[in-house]
T-cell receptor, first 114, second 113 residues
Framework: AQSVTQLGSHVSVSEGALVLLRCNYS??????LFWYVQYPNQGLQLLLK??????LVKGINGFEAEFKKSETSFHLTKPSAHMSDAAEYFC????????????FGAGTQVVVTP | DAMVIQNPRYQVTQFGKPVTLSCSQT?????MYWYQQKSSQAPKLLFH???????NEADTPDNFQSRRPNTSFCFLDIRSPGLGDAAMYLC????????????FGPGTRLTVT
């Protein structure tokens, strides 16, 4: 069985500062990995995904994430936070070796302060 | 633009009064999903369709039903809403490959009075 852990349910960053959201997965086989963002009263929007190939993945809105198999991690970063980055962020995984549902982490609420 | 549309965006219903939420997509994706999301929680999968093939999650209450009359449309029926069913309901679609991301609609916020 796979699981996803997001460290920190709330993260506060200053505008212009680095955004770092942590995601670790537990799976016997490295899964497909996704980061989604959700703005208030909206659906989820895909930021980026890792399937195969290059382990550093670039996404929309200046976000990127690095898949580290040895650490079973897929942390999300953005060099400089913008006020518009305030939202909830979900890490999600899906198994590669079987049909399985998308397993979400609990989410991290990001607050950006001026 | 291809997209996932949910109507209505906000729905108020009375305790025990049946309600239907709708989802349509112009992506022509084979798979459609319904999620329930309560405040400050991750989305919880209720069921999904792979074409006409319906797949119910084991812990989805019988109170929740779904219909998919064609590729483009999918409906969520709540037969007798309780106060605990108040939530955001999200529809999503994907192609039938495990690596493919899910595309989410804007959601319907359901209030039960």
């Amino acid at each position: 069985a796979q699981s996803v852990t997001q460290l920190g349910s709330h993260v506060s960053v200053s505008e212009g500062a680095l955004v770092l959201l942590r995601c670790n997965y537990s799976s016997s086989v490295p899964p497909y990995l996704f980061w989604y963002v959700q703005y208030p009263n909206q659906g989820l929007q895909l930021l980026l995904k890792y399937t195969t190939g290059a382990t550093l993945v670039k996404g929309i809105n200046g976000f990127e994430a690095e898949f580290k198999k040895s650490e079973t991690s897929f942390h999300l970063t953005k060099p400089s936070a913008h006020m518009s980055d305030a939202a909830e962020y979900f890490c999600a995984v899906r198994p590669t070796d079987s049909w399985g549902k998308l397993q979400f982490g609990a989410g991290t609420q990001v607050v950006v302060t001026p | 633009d291809a997209m996932v549309i949910q109507n209505p965006r906000y729905q108020v219903t009375q305790f025990g009064k049946p309600v239907t939420l709708s989802c349509s997509q112009t992506l022509n994706h084979n798979v459609m999903y319904w999620y329930q999301q309560k405040s400050s929680q991750a989305p919880k999968l209720l069921f999904h369709y792979y074409d006409k093939d319906f797949n119910n999650e084991a812990d989805t209450p019988d109170n929740f039903q779904s219909r998919r009359p064609n590729t483009s449309f999918c409906f969520l029926d709540i037969r007798s809403p309780g106060l605990g069913d108040a939530a955001m309901y999200l529809c999503a679609t994907s192609l039938p490959r495990r690596s493919y991301e899910q595309y989410f609609g804007p959601g319907t916020r359901l209030t039960v009075t």
